[in-house]
């Protein structure tokens, strides 16, 4: 006689900012009999209905997901990934489910590249500073404290323009 499989519900937690997780889809399964377990029937949904084709990977018994994918989540923000699929000696099918939930944190501002600006004598624009916030929260713009020269210029704490709190005569 052959007896069906155990399986346990697998529930795990990730960071956005964690590296790929490889997750055993078999874990905490266990046959009896001691045949040989796989996994089929695999469907996989995230709660806010994103788009998992660059983030989760289903190979065989493992699931790969990418948490960078989630990067859009701001601090106390969560979607759950619930993998749905059966596992199955050859003989019996048991449903079963794997729920990864990935936590949003926090992400800093991300400061345009490769911006530079060009001094004319005589005048105080310098031009705008570019920068955005990954979850889309407005950016508030500021000069460092204690910096050397910091106190020869102003910025919009609105919109980055940046200048000159005198104009420079060269």
């Known amino acids: 006689d ?3 499989p155990e399986v346990t519900a697998i529930s795990l937690q990730f960071s956005e900012e964690d590296t790929d997780a ?3 889809l078999l874990a905490g399964a266990s046959d009896a009999d001691g045949d040989a377990l796989s996994v089929t029937g695999v469907s996989a949904t995230a709660s806010d209905a994103r788009d998992l084709t660059d983030i989760l990977s289903i190979t065989a ?3 790969t997901l990418s948490p960078a994918g989630f990067d859009d989540l701001a ?3 969560s979607v759950e990934v619930l993998i749905e699929y059966r596992v199955t000696d050859g003989v019996f099918e048991i449903d079963t489910t794997a729920t990864l939930t990935v936590n949003g944190v926090n992400d800093p501002v991300r400061i345009g590249a490769g911006q530079a600006f060009l001094v004319d004598e005589n005048l105080t624009a310098l031009g705008a500073v570019l920068a955005t916030d990954p979850e889309g929260d407005p950016v508030v713009f500021s000069l460092a404290s204690g910096v050397a020269d ?3 210029f102003a910025i919009d ?3 980055g323009q940046l200048g000159w709190l005198a104009a420079p005569d060269y």
Request: avoid cysteine.
């Open 2 to 4: 052959s007896t069906p």
């Open 22 to 24: 490889v997750v055993d």
């Open 61 to 63: 018994n493992q699931a």
């Open 75 to 77: 601090q106390g923000e």
């Open 150 to 152: 910091n106190d020869l």
């Open 157 to 159: 704490p609105d919109s």
